[in-house]
């Protein structure tokens, strides 16, 4: 026989199945004595007999262990179905449960049953009376039962008062695994361990006695149990889903134990008062004031309605409804409110706890050191109120902020917006933005290229001709001003200024191919000599025009004479060929206008003086400020519009030229600016400052920065964005440069992404504390200058 095999049905009318349920009595003691002993005369007679019989196989015991499991459970089920029919017989008051036909055969089972063996690994189970306990604990346990069998669910006798009760608790038993007990009794003595039979002996005992198969172990006291006819009943019911005893009925009849009569009944059974049959003369006032106002047409009547027609009532609507529709108005939905506001619900307050009572216990007063730290605490950030204790609600003063908070929360209910805030959901890790990686956004510099060797002290400035990147033009602490080719490294051209050189650059106009450089209190303007021969001319003929015809000084006679009284600028020839315009401060750096024409000279220690607006082709030099707010460190143009940047230590002020006005006003951080660019398209702004910080400007946005990097571990010395490329980069004494990808989008929706992508290092060597001094950008490729203190430009490609 196959175990977990579906059960067939028993048919309803086999005399020789109901023969053999009945021979296998659960609570039949005596039949299983005298099947013992009828077994062991036969087990003689076959010892005496049957020499030549082969003792029975482990298979073929194992297929009468499951033909005599399945018939216990198959007996077990129809006894708890006999049981339930009897008990629901008894609730419909057919008759007692002695009458009933002893013999009724129960419905056949369609129940799929598999093979369940109860082993020692058993969970323990504590059963009332067991027929294998002893005989005081049966005659105990017969006591106990009802006449018809069952157990009466009333009794207090329990499994804990029998004697030898294991009273560890609920502790691992694997921890008495090598202890020859099992636990201590109520008395503290020890509950030594049983002696039990070996499996074999176990099998030979089940398939001997019948009482075997209902008999379970109880690993916790040691004990083997034999489940009654009850029990079985029971623990077959459980496992139905059905109440273990069959007296309880689940579908007990409903007992309404409240009236559903309505009843009238007086609030109050005092009588009627006299002045309710008596008619009110404030009513008579008012009634006659109405008529009075009618008669002088304060109040118009409207013509009475007719009968026939349905009275109109007005479109009313909630003012807080939540669909915010007229209610009955005609329409799919009805008509849209006049104001269209939703619901706002109001805040629930904080229920009031023992602190908040007027004399609250002991330990919820504040001590004087609680007082003392919540007076020198912030408003906002300490308690509203102290608990107080006062002697009675009486003595309790009335709240001293009481008007002044009526009033503000009157304020915010007129000023507040009729909207309803949504709450969101935003998890911790979408607040990090998502950055693409930098290789997606190459094209930028990322290894040295070449370096250009010929200066003998530092390199103050770099700057590539504006065109074709082909020059580059460079000027250092030696006093020289350079023009190298690019391609090839070789130094095309030299002047000697005899004066450090502060700062160095080209004049944007295609047609005159101009350099420019700041020499102290001096700028110089030269013919770079790299154009046509069209342009050569045309520079020469523009630096004649700037100085009117005056001859040159002779070598050695020295440089031009300087401003005269009155004079913000002295425009002179140069003996070694071009213009000298002389200030009277020295100059810091220059700036060249988009044109061409205009170029600006910064001065810091200039005070009125320290921006100066020089036209070429005038030879004029204005003061566009009167007074300057703080000291000048940088200026530039604006790339289309008349605007010019001017950055002092604190703040970046933006001037319209056209209108003589200022702008706006950048604020800047907590250090001192020392170097400004502009994007080419003019709506962004880098500033760098003594902080150590880089900080990005959206004019369209706020006035205050929109990012701040801080990558470098120096101040930064110059920062610069790439005409075509969505590049930046900045230079610092840490001997570093930074490049970063800044896009910016045409969408005034969308901010601009900023992400740093390279960091070029080892290509300078910082000396005395001074790394990288400027960088610059080739206007066509994706290529970077830098020029620092070890005498260096270095060239970085991608």
């Given at each position: 026989?196959?175990?977990?095999?579906?059960?067939?049905?028993?048919?309803?009318?086999?005399?020789?199945?109901?023969?053999?349920?009945?021979?296998?009595?659960?609570?039949?003691?005596?039949?299983?004595?005298?099947?013992?002993?009828?077994?062991?005369?036969?087990?003689?007679?076959?010892?005496?007999?049957?020499?030549?019989?082969?003792?029975?196989?482990?298979?073929?015991?194992?297929?009468?262990?499951?033909?005599?499991?399945?018939?216990?459970?198959?007996?077990?089920?129809?006894?708890a179905e006999r049981a339930q029919a009897k008990a629901a017989a008894a609730a419909r008051g057919a008759g007692s449960s002695e009458e009933e036909d002893p013999d009724a055969k129960p419905q056949p089972s369609t129940r799929t049953q598999g093979k369940s063996r109860m082993g020692p690994g058993a969970a323990p189970v504590d059963v009332g009376s067991g027929e294998g306990e002893g005989a005081g604990e049966g005659e105990a346990g017969d006591a106990e039962r009802l006449p018809g069998g069952s157990q009466d669910p009333g009794s207090d006798s329990s499994e804990d008062e029998r004697p030898n009760r294991n009273t560890v608790g609920n502790v691992p038993l694997v921890w008495y695994k090598d202890e020859d007990h099992i636990g201590y009794d109520i008395e503290g003595g020890k509950i030594g361990k049983a002696q039990r039979a070996d499996r074999l002996q176990q099998?030979?005992?089940?398939?001997?006695?019948?009482?075997?198969?209902?008999?379970?172990?109880?690993?916790?006291?040691?004990?083997?149990?034999?489940?009654?006819?009850?029990?079985?009943?029971?623990?077959?019911?459980?496992?139905?889903?059905?109440?273990?005893?069959?007296?309880?009925?689940?579908?007990?009849?409903?007992?309404?134990?409240?009236?559903?009569?309505?009843?009238?009944?007086?609030?109050?059974?005092?009588?009627?008062?006299?002045?309710?049959?008596?008619?009110?003369?404030?009513?008579?006032?008012?009634?006659?004031?109405?008529?009075?106002?009618?008669?002088?047409?304060?109040?118009?009547?409207?013509?009475?309605?007719?009968?026939?027609?349905?009275?109109?009532?007005?479109?009313?609507?909630?003012?807080?409804?939540?669909?915010?529709?007229?209610?009955?108005?005609?329409?799919?939905?009805?008509?849209?409110?006049?104001?269209?506001?939703?619901?706002?619900?109001?805040?629930?307050?904080q229920l009031p706890g023992h602190a908040d009572s007027y004399n609250p216990p002991a330990e919820y007063l504040p001590t004087e050191e609680e007082r003392a730290a919540w007076a020198m605490a912030d408003p906002e950030d300490r308690p509203r109120t102290l608990p107080q204790a006062f002697p009675s609600l009486r003595a309790v003063p009335a709240y001293a902020d009481f008007i002044k908070e009526r009033f503000e929360r009157c304020l915010d209910l007129y000023l507040c917006p009729r909207v309803r805030r949504k709450r969101l959901d935003i998890k911790p890790e979408q607040l990090v933005p998502q950055l693409p990686r930098p290789r997606d956004l190459q094209p930028f510099p990322t290894a040295l290229a070449l370096a250009f060797e010929g200066h003998e002290g530092p390199v103050r400035g770099v700057a590539p001709d504006p065109w074709a990147g082909q020059w580059l033009l460079s000027g250092g602490q030696d006093g020289t001003l350079r023009i190298w080719e690019v391609r090839t490294g070789r130094c095309w051209r030299t002047w000697q200024l005899g004066a450090p050189v502060a700062a160095v650059a080209w004049c944007p106009n295609p047609a005159l191919r101009l350099v420019s450089a700041a020499v102290g209190s001096e700028l110089v303007l030269l013919p770079s000599g790299t154009g046509p021969a069209e342009a050569e001319e045309a520079a020469e003929e523009a630096l004649r025009a700037a100085v009117g015809g005056r001859e040159a000084p002779e070598e050695g006679e020295g440089a031009g004479p300087g401003p005269g009284s009155g004079e913000l600028a002295a425009w002179s020839a140069r003996s070694g060929g071009g213009v000298s315009v002389r200030v009277r401060f020295p100059v810091a750096s220059l700036a060249w206008h988009g044109r061409g024409d205009y170029f600006a000279s910064v001065a810091p220690t200039g005070n009125t003086q320290a921006v100066v607006v020089h036209q070429l082709s005038k030879a004029a030099s204005?003061?566009?400020?009167?007074?300057?707010?703080?000291?000048?460190?940088?200026?530039?143009?604006?790339?289309?519009?008349?605007?010019?940047?001017?950055?002092?230590?604190?703040?970046?002020?933006?001037?319209?030229?056209?209108?003589?006005?200022?702008?706006?006003?950048?604020?800047?951080?907590?250090?001192?600016?020392?170097?400004?660019?502009?994007?080419?398209?003019?709506?962004?702004?880098?500033?760098?400052?003594d902080d150590k910080r880089v900080a990005w400007y959206d004019m369209d946005l706020s006035n205050k920065p929109y990012k701040a990097l801080r990558h470098h571990l120096q101040p930064p010395r110059a920062v610069a964005f790439h005409r075509s490329y969505p590049l930046f980069a900045s230079s610092s004494d840490d001997g570093t440069v930074q490049v970063f990808h800044g896009m910016v989008y045409s969408d005034l929706l969308t901010n601009p992404l900023i992400v740093p992508v390279k960091i070029l290092r080892g290509g300078h060597t910082v000396v005395k504390s001074a790394g990288v001094l400027d960088c610059a950008f080739h206007p066509t490729q994706p290529w970077i200058f830098t020029a620092g203190a070890d005498s260096k430009i270095l060239l970085y490609y991608n």
């Open positions: 026989m196959k175990r977990n095999a579906k059960r067939e049905e028993l048919p309803p009318g086999s005399e020789e199945e109901e023969d053999e349920l009945a021979e296998l009595d659960l609570d039949g003691e005596e039949a299983d004595s005298e099947e013992d002993g009828g077994e062991g005369e036969d087990a003689d007679d076959g010892g005496d007999d049957g020499e030549g019989e082969e003792p029975p196989s482990a298979s073929d015991a194992g297929e009468d262990e499951d033909e005599i499991e399945e018939a216990m459970l198959e007996l077990m089920a129809a006894q099998l030979l005992d089940r398939n001997d006695s019948k009482k075997a198969l209902r008999t379970i172990y109880d690993p916790y006291n040691d004990e083997e149990i034999t489940l009654s006819r009850e029990e079985l009943a029971m623990v077959m019911r459980i496992r139905k889903g059905q109440f273990p005893h069959v007296e309880v009925n689940p579908f007990e009849p409903y007992n309404d134990y409240f009236s559903r009569e309505r009843e009238v009944m007086p609030i109050v059974d005092r009588p009627e008062p006299k002045s309710r049959f008596v008619p009110s003369k404030w009513e008579e006032k008012k009634i006659i004031k109405l008529v009075r106002a009618i008669r002088k047409g304060w109040i118009r009547v409207g013509p009475p309605k007719s009968a026939d027609l349905p009275p109109e009532e007005p479109p009313a609507y909630l003012l807080w409804g939540d669909d915010g529709t007229v209610e009955g108005a005609a329409g799919p939905g009805g008509a849209k409110a006049g104001s269209g506001l939703t619901y706002i619900p109001a805040p629930k307050p204005q003061n566009p400020f009167r007074k300057n707010r703080g000291r000048v460190v940088r200026v530039a143009f604006h790339p289309a519009k008349p605007f010019l940047f001017v950055a002092t230590q604190n703040h970046v002020r933006v001037y319209n030229l056209a209108k003589q006005a200022l702008a706006k006003k950048l604020l800047g951080g907590g250090g001192s600016i020392s170097c400004l660019a502009v994007h080419p398209t003019g709506d962004h702004v880098l500033v760098g400052s």
